[in-house]
């Protein structure tokens, strides 16, 4: 049995759209019509992802893109709605599992999403690709991540290993930096970056590069100098980790996907055959 929070529109009432898509963009862009904060708003379903467990109701990843009264500022923003096609919900509790609805949604991880430029180790035609978006400041990624990429590195048939870099800025500000440089060292050719990313100590709440770079310097043998950080390839590079990051709704570290589905054990790499 399902509670419906928040607020519920019946979608078949939306009698100028055609699609289940169509009709869950107009409901929620009417939605903010009388917003006095929105001068204007655009929802655009992104993807449409089945809940196993309640097979009626679908997740449909929302991109809301609006324009601000005040500034005129652009805010872009994704969010989770539930329909079963009858009505559109934001907010859904499963009454048997006591777990909010997006708990059981996994958006899979597309072909689409594996960027060369993101392969580590091993053959991209491994039997098994494993994804790693991590932050090297996150407390547990420091032990999680070099264990992890140490046991793939040794079977390069077996296991595709990408990583994707996804500081967490608000925590860690010091990552996007130490992001940025390992990415330039990639760029220019050097092996086990990410690995050896995890060796070095900076303050996570550092926020002058020189100091930044000092430390990440030291422990790569390198010679990385702040513009750098800023040059097109790094920033394209980086920007893809995070766009990637944000249409699977990425929100913590480390998060794992293991065969294009998102491992919450985040072991399943040492269960494959």
């Known amino acids: 049995m399902l509670k419906l929070l928040a607020i519920i529109a019946v979608v078949s009432s939306f009698a100028n759209a055609n699609t289940i898509n169509e009709k869950i963009e107009t409901f929620i862009e009417g939605s903010f019509e009388n917003n006095p904060n929105i001068k204007s708003i655009n929802a655009k379903v992104l993807s449409k992802n089945e809940i196993l467990e309640y097979k009626n109701w679908n997740a449909y990843m929302v991109e809301l893109d609006a324009i601000l009264k005040k500034d005129g500022r652009q805010i872009v923003q994704k969010m989770m709605w539930f329909s079963d096609g009858e009505v559109v919900t934001k907010e859904l509790f499963a009454l048997k599992e006591g777990k909010e609805m997006n708990e059981f949604v996994s958006i899979p991880f597309k072909d689409k999403y594996y960027n060369k430029a993101n392969l580590i180790y091993g053959n991209e035609n491994a039997k098994h690709k494993v994804v790693i978006f991590s932050d090297p400041l996150c407390p547990f990624c420091k032990t999680f991540v070099p264990e992890a990429i140490d046991y793939m590195k040794k079977e390069p048939n077996k296991y595709a290993l990408y990583y994707y870099h996804f500081p967490l800025e608000s925590i860690h500000p010091a990552s996007v ?11 220019q050719g050097r092996k086990n970056v990410v690995l050896d990313l995890y060796k070095v100590k900076v303050d996570p709440n550092e926020k002058s590069n020189e100091k930044i770079l000092l430390e990440f310097n030291k422990v790569m043998n390198s010679n990385i100098k702040p513009f750098e950080l800023f040059s097109k390839e790094v920033i394209a590079h980086f920007k893809n980790d995070l766009e990637v990051a944000s249409m699977l709704m990425v929100n913590g ?21």
Do not use: H, Q, S
């Open 253 to 273: 570290t480390p998060t794992i996907f293991f065969d294009g589905k998102l491992d919450k054990t985040k072991m399943k790499y040492k269960e494959a055959k």
């Open 177 to 187: 930096e130490l992001a940025k440089a390992a990415i330039t060292l990639e760029l």
